[in-house]
């Protein structure tokens, strides 16, 4: 069951004035990813195929990932009536597909999985929190919340799922990190973000550039996360691993993340800059 749907939003409290221009870019790239949970549901379906409580689990999960994207879509397009959610969602599905019919884990057991679907929901709870933070447009603060609440809990429903599977599986913490960052790390190379980028802003006749839309992407969401931020995600990311949350190891991700993503967003800044120089 959904905890809100798209009518329990405040959408008369759209205000124009409070946009950030800036901000409208990535909110279109999000909604292509949120709308995409399909494809990872069956995924995670086929991996989990004897499992029927996790199985109803994803179907949920993947129901709530798509009203984000809809949610995100439709205040988009209230910003930029040129923008159609739809057809830019239908032109990044035909370009971007995932491999769906795994009867097992990329990650080599339903634990590790598991471990990386923390990582990730870890992340977006991060990103919708920082981009709340970062909007003074209260329609999209609102949509924001709602969706950094739907992902923080659907971090704790994998988290459940994981104890669940560490009962069965000799999965060691050292191993469990080295999958959680391993799939941080992931994120820098993927053609999902980017190409969400690309198919939601771009014209029709532009080809597509892994180097060109992950720069066009980092460079303005990486200035969104804040110290606290990070030192949410650290925290997160060392309980799904078997880690003290707030312990030493914990303290120097979040220092390391922090100089990382400093770094990353300077970079990428100037490579947007050259490319358009």
Known sequence: ??????????????????VKPELVPIVKAASMVES???DYATYLKNVFHDDLEFQDAARDWAVEEVQHGQALGRWAEMVDPTFNYQSCFERF????KIAVNSSASIRGSRSGELIARCIVETGT???????????????????????????????????????RYLKK??????RRLIIALGRMWESEGDDELPYAYYAANSQMDNSYSHSLYS?????????????????????????????EPQGQISQLMTKGLT??????????????????S
């Open 215 to 243: 720069a066009e992407y980092g460079a303005r969401v990486y200035p969104l996360y804040q110290q606290y931020h990070l030192r949410k995600a650290s925290s997160m990311v060392m309980k799904a691993v078997g880690l």
């Open 169 to 174: 599986e000799n999965v060691g913490k050292l």
């Open 259 to 276: 100089k990382l993503v400093a770094y990353r967003g300077q970079k990428l800044r100037q490579q947007v800059m050259q490319q358009h």
């Open 36 to 38: 995409n949970a399909a």
């Open 125 to 163: 709870t991060s990103y919708y929190t920082a981009l709340r933070d970062a909007s003074q447009e209260p329609l999209l603060k609102e949509i924001c919340r709602l969706i950094a609440a739907d992902e923080f809990r659907h971090y704790k429903l994998f988290y459940i799922h994981l104890k």
């Open 1 to 18: 069951m959904k905890n809100w749907t798209l009518d329990d939003i405040s959408w008369q409290d759209f205000n124009p004035h409070f």
């Open 93 to 96: 599905a035909k370009g971007y």
